[in-house]
């Protein structure tokens, strides 16, 4: 069945999301209450040892919250956030800004993650993309390094997915918050879900992962990421990750966040263009520098995404998915379940969580799953999850 025929509204479905798209890549439906307001704050720590036994310094990461911790602290419920994402999970930061925050249509008064009841937090990760955004505090390889005075470039320590969670467990025990109702994530942030419930069994009753993959990544999507780091490398201004204070690697930055953008969406979010010729005057069939329209949106929108984005960072949240892996400590997990995979997802293949699911169902986890449904592949996790609210707030139970 087409997708024109299983969603009439398609083109305005893609003008609504695509105008969040551009401005702070986040997905939130309109809503005519007042919105929800939070503020930006800074976690820092002195130092923080890694996975693989490095330290460093200085450590600052952003994070907000929304709604109040209760009494005895156990009301927190944790959002890890996506590739390309940040911890502006709901809500906004003034009540004229443009989009809220990513999961506002599910994080909220009365929303399923009902903020009148929980107190949801959110942090920006280490080695975070969007380093340039002023909204987004993180410390990686643009950072400056104290012993140096000029920025860590490659010698920054490769981090792992773990290291993303140890430096939110961190944060946590800064607040005094000892257990968590519940973690959930999408993309990115659902690796960083399975992995909270993997090393912190005990914190952790609940987990919730969004368009997630499996107990580790596969040989497939490995190579996948691959594909979108590889641009970076090729550009000569990348420099061998030396290149701070020089030009920047800008055009294969673009490029490789133009393959995030088509891998992620697919093929109903460009179905508008209807190959289209990006000038009339330009026929494609007898012109090589001639663009159709949905090549020149890819090409602005990569730039656009590249102006508050840094290459290295970039590749470092490639190796950080690349590695992840929890398939050895399955058996620790006691957390209750809803995987909510998404139909046509490329990045992670619902089968892939319906497979995990299945193993930790068969080893005494409870566990629930719902496929969301729409055009958009991967995204369809971030932007259509109001259809599992009633699983949502059963897994809050």
């Known amino acids: 069945m087409r997708t024109g025929q299983r969603f009439p509204g398609i083109a305005r479905l893609y003008l609504f999301i695509l105008a969040i798209f551009i401005s702070t890549i986040s997905f939130a439906r309109a809503d005519e209450t007042p919105p929800l307001l939070t503020e930006k704050k800074v976690f820092q720590m002195e ?6 036994g490095a330290v460093i310094r200085d450590v600052k990461v952003g ?5 109040n911790l209760n009494q005895d602290k156990s009301n927190a419920i944790l959002i890890a956030h996506y590739f390309s994402g940040n911890s502006h999970a709901a809500g906004k930061y003034a009540p004229d800004d443009k989009a809220a925050g990513y999961w506002d249509n599910i994080i909220g008064p009365g929303k399923a993650i009902d903020t009148d009841k929980y107190f949801v937090i959110s942090a920006d990760t280490l080695v975070n993309l969007g380093v340039h955004n002023p909204q987004v505090t993180t410390t990686g390889p643009a950072s400056i390094n104290p012993d140096t005075g000029k920025p860590y470039g490659l010698t920054f320590p490769v981090v792992t997915i773990e290291d993303f969670v140890h430096v939110q467990k961190a944060l946590l025990d800064s607040l005094g918050i000892k257990k968590l109702h519940g973690v959930a994530g999408a993309s990115m942030g659902s690796l960083q879900t399975l992995v909270w419930a993997a090393k912190y069994p005990e914190m952790v009753p609940r987990a919730m992962p969004v368009i997630s993959p499996g107990a580790s990544g596969t040989p497939y999507l490995i190579g996948m990421l691959k594909t979108w780091a590889d641009p970076i490398k090729l550009d000569a201004n990348w420099n061998g990750g030396d290149y701070y204070g020089k030009d920047l690697p800008k055009a294969g930055l673009g490029v490789a966040l133009q393959s995030v953008t088509m891998d992620a969406f697919q093929a109903g979010w460009v179905a508008k ?3 289209q010729w990006a000038d009339q005057t ?23 995404r590249a102006a508050i984005a840094d290459a290295n960072h970039f590749l470092y949240l490639v190796r950080a998915c690349q590695t992840y892996d929890i398939r050895a400590d399955l058996d620790k997990i006691k957390a209750k379940f809803l995987f909510l995979p998404a139909e046509g997802d490329l ?3 619902p089968e892939e969580s319906m497979k995990l699911a299945e193993t930790l169902k068969n080893q005494g986890n409870e566990v629930d799953l719902q496929v969301i449904t729409g ?9 259509f999850l109001p259809q599992a609210e009633e699983k949502i707030r059963a897994w809050l139970e």
């Open 63 to 67: 994070w907000e919250s929304y709604g």
């Open 282 to 304: 330009q026929d494609p069939a007898l012109n090589l520098k001639a663009l159709y329209s949905v090549e020149k949106m890819l090409n602005e929108r990569g730039q656009s």
């Open 273 to 275: 263009h209807d190959n």
């Open 375 to 383: 055009p958009l592949g991967h995204i369809n996790g971030v932007v």
């Open 347 to 349: 990045i992670f293949p």
């Open 47 to 52: 130092s923080y040892q890694t996975v693989g």
